[in-house]
């Protein structure tokens, strides 16, 4: 029996990845390119790191390190190395990334065509959470909602690393996240 919700997704997937290769032209960014900036835009400072890109898109490690590598070449990331731990490389995106993914993610004919997509986002985001559990994958959870944040005067703490947070990074993902403990 086929299942409708599946082909549905596999097709505008593959439609908008189509989409994205055609309205980025001569750049050379793929759909893959665009999806590491993505997250690394949303990434918190634990997570941005050439380890979590991969994790998160599910590549093998010298797929990424490729991708990443044209990234840098083409201008749209920077590493840096890590203030307190020198083995840490963290990526940064360029202002050319921000504006890359600003036209080109999502592409200009989601925009165009897609109309009000909040209850789609809702529904989808219960599909991914069943799907990341049932397959064992990290969640990369935005950090307010993860069973480790805590408040410490006032102000946002993580009870897993044992830092306070800026108060910026607490809607960014993390590689870290875990959901809460369902109330006893
Ligand atoms: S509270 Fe959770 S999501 Fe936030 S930094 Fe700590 S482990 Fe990551």
Avoid at 17 to 28: K, L, M, V
Avoid at 54 to 81: A, D
Avoid at 151 to 165: D, E, K, T
Wanted: proline share 4%; glycine share 8%; net charge neutral.
């Amino acid at each position: 029996m086929t299942d409708r919700a599946y082909e549905l997704l596999e097709r505008v997937a593959s439609l908008l990845r189509a989409e994205q290769r055609r309205e980025s032209g001569a750049t050379g960014l793929e759909p893959v390119h665009l999806q590491a900036l993505t997250y690394l835009a949303l990434a918190n400072r634990y997570s941005d790191t050439p380890q979590s890109v991969g994790e998160y898109l599910g590549l093998t490690k010298g797929n990424m390190s490729q991708r990443l590598l044209w990234l840098e070449r083409h201008g749209y990331l920077k590493r840096s190395r890590d203030e307190s731990d020198g083995r840490v490389v963290h990526l940064r995106l360029t202002d050319r990334a921000r504006d890359a993914l600003a036209s080109l993610s999502p592409p200009r004919l989601w925009r165009e065509a897609a109309g009000d997509t909040v209850r789609l986002g809702e529904e989808l985001d219960g599909l991914l959470g069943r799907l990341l559990a049932r397959g064992g994958y990290r969640a990369f959870g935005q950090c307010r909602t993860c069973r480790h944040h805590e408040r410490v005067n006032g102000s946002p703490y993580c009870a897993l690393i044992q830092v306070s947070l800026d108060p910026e990074q607490v809607d960014r993902l993390c590689r870290e996240h875990e959901e809460p403990l369902p109330a006893a």
